[in-house]
């Protein structure tokens, strides 16, 4: 099973002070390298996630700009033709993702045209790249994360989040699924009473329910595929992916 890589660009006028002087008139840009295993729900985008306290990693690549990533995924991208050498990258710059926080984006395919870094505390950092895109109408985890930054304003302050990072984001109706209707991660994680992102076995059982679920009944509303079963959209999606290469690159096997 592979994941999409999926390029979530810093607008040009945040691009991190440290980076400025690698970025020339022939760099395409500076993103944050999210890994899904969903790229058809890429439209139901509401902000990206990053851990506090893992260190993430920018990169120059031959095709694709330059990415951020934790330090493993960019090695294994290194292996993948993602540089000029095979095997061979220059680390530009180190960030924690705290220092992230806040950095507006755009988000490829996403119903909001900007969307924000936001903290996540459940972040594996030795999962994908430790770039996660959230898309809370289709993944419990995603959502619940998200209830607690709009609903605790302490967590904001902590991480210097503005209100209008997180309260004008919600979920967005891009698969159907009965008898749950249209925002399925937000049903069940009422229905099972979670309360947060860290009602950890709570959000596993959720995640797997949904899953199957999602797959092999869900319809997608929206884009290209819409009124076409999500199993199968997902067959079509990674090529659509590589053809929208401004944003959204292909595969990423880990
Ligand atoms: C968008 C998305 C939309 C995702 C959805 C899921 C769902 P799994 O099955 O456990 O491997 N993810 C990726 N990397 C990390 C990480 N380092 N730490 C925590 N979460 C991570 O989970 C794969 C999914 O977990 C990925 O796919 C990503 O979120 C997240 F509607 O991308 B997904 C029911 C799930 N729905």
Redesign the pocket.
């Known amino acids: 099973q592979g994941y999409t890589l999926i390029k979530l660009r810093i607008h040009d006028d945040h691009i991190p002070a440290i980076l400025k002087t690698h970025v020339t008139s022939s760099t395409n840009g500076v993103y944050l390298a999210a890994?899904?295993?969903?790229p058809e729900?890429m439209y139901g985008q509401t902000n990206c996630w990053l851990h506090p306290d893992i260190l993430y990693v920018a990169f120059e690549t031959r095709l694709h700009g330059i990415l951020i990533c934790t330090r493993r995924a960019a090695q294994n991208m290194v292996y993948q033709e993602f540089t000029h050498i095979y095997g061979q990258y220059t680390i530009l710059a180190e960030f924690l993702g705290s220092e992230l926080f806040g950095l507006p984006l755009y988000a490829p395919l996403s119903y909001y045209e900007t969307v924000y870094v936001l903290p996540m505390m459940?972040?594996?950092?030795d999962?994908?790249?430790?770039v996660?895109?959230s898309?809370p109408s289709?993944?419990?985890?995603?959502y619940a994360a998200l209830m607690d930054i709009k609903n605790k304003p302490n967590l904001r302050e902590k991480y210097h989040i503005k209100e209008s990072m997180v309260l004008p984001y919600d979920p967005v109706e891009i698969i159907e699924l009965e008898p749950d209707g249209r925002l399925a991660?937000p049903t069940i994680c009422n229905q099972m009473k979670i309360h947060s992102q860290n009602d950890r076995d709570k959000l596993l059982e959720a995640?797997e329910k949904?899953?199957t679920k999602?797959f092999y009944d869900g319809i997608l509303l929206v884009g290209k595929y819409a009124n076409t079963k999500v199993s199968d959209a997902k067959k079509t999606c990674k090529v659509i992916s590589r053809s929208n290469d401004e944003c959204v690159v292909a595969l990423v096997d880990q």
Do not use: C, N
Not at 35 to 38: G, P
Not at 127 to 130: A, D, I, L, Q, R
């Open positions: 890994a899904t295993l969903r729900t459940t972040i594996k950092e999962k994908g790249t430790g996660v895109t898309v289709d993944s419990p985890d995603d991660a995640k949904i899953y999602s």
